[in-house]
């Protein structure tokens, strides 16, 4: 493995398919084509960069190890876990509660047999048509604030930048009443920022933040005041946390054993098996960032370190979330499962960390 050694971010490479099959690697901070110098069969050659000019680049296989690369989520019940984009809390009672898009809610006791609850909450504001336009409520987040449960949620359409996010409270999540708190933040094609995907957390100095945002330059973050759950009026500063290319969504944060990770969504979600969405991750030791990969690249630089990705029948996971339960760190996700055409299905894995911090599934 290759280290940066001057700052830079010159141990990322890009994998480039020839017209035979093969492959080129191309260093993406040098521009330099990864070479066998003096190429030959011997196992000790050496592994240097080379310029394309005055060389024929050499060519590479990428041969498949035969195994997994990642674990298959953990077992669950099909009986209320068709779900996009889900959020898992568990009460003090010891239920679990998961809700996803399309306002559903489903509930366990033993994080396996999920059975449907009705809806994630009741009624459904007014206001929200206007940035639905009688479609469906997107990406919730629930937290518990002041003895009560706040239910963070999206009210948008697929590719408008038209988009709030609202505000429902009530005393337990199943709920028959939730009542209204109103907007959030709003958005408009003359915002930077799409008001959609909202993650709560509660910073290790006690204060409260929202990560929001969605394909229109990524992901933000402001400060919430507890006593409204809205944004702050002492602290307005909005902050950009990441963006990349082609499409950064779905942001979470997360914090553990001294740092704060941003997870994401990126890529496309949403089409079944075709769905291209993987899970990536960044971290920073202050909650506004910036935040880095394992490489050493800005997440707003369009860095990002894969956690999940397609593997076997699990096609496209994505529309992530964090939680802590009994057992330690778990990431609860969407997939589109190959096996059951392409139907977007719960899956559930623990998280562990390795030496130096980074997560992982298992």
Known sequence: MQWADNGTPDHLWTVTRA??????????????????????????????QWAATGCLCQEWQLVSSGTDPYPLPGTVSRNGTNVHDPFMLRDSGGTYWLSGTNNTLAKSTDRVNFTNAGAAFAPIPSWTTTYTHGGMLWAPNVVRMNNQYYQYYSASTPG????????????APDSASWTDQGIVIASTPSNPFNAIDPSILQDQGGNWWMSFGSWWNGPYLMQLDP???????????????????NGLEGSYLYYYNGYYYLFASVNNCCVGNNSTYRIVVGRSNVVTGPYYDRGGLDMLDGGGTIVLSAHGNINGPGGQSMMT?????????????????????????????TADGWPYVY
């Open 227 to 245: 006593a409204t759950g809205k944004q702050s009026t002492a602290n307005t500063t909005i902050h950009h946390l990441a963006q990349r290319p």
């Open 325 to 353: 339960d009994s057992d330690g760190p778990l990431m609860v996700y969407h997939y589109y499962d190959g096996n059951n055409n392409g139907s977007p299905t719960l899956g559930i894995n623990r998280v562990g960390f």
């Open 160 to 171: 408008s930048q038209t988009s709030a996010i609202g505000l429902v409270t009530a005393s």
């Open 19 to 48: 017209a035979d099959g093969n492959y080129l690697i191309r260093n993406v901070n040098s521009g330099l084509y990864l070479e066998v110098y003096q190429a030959g069969t011997s196992t000790n050659a050496t592994i240097d």
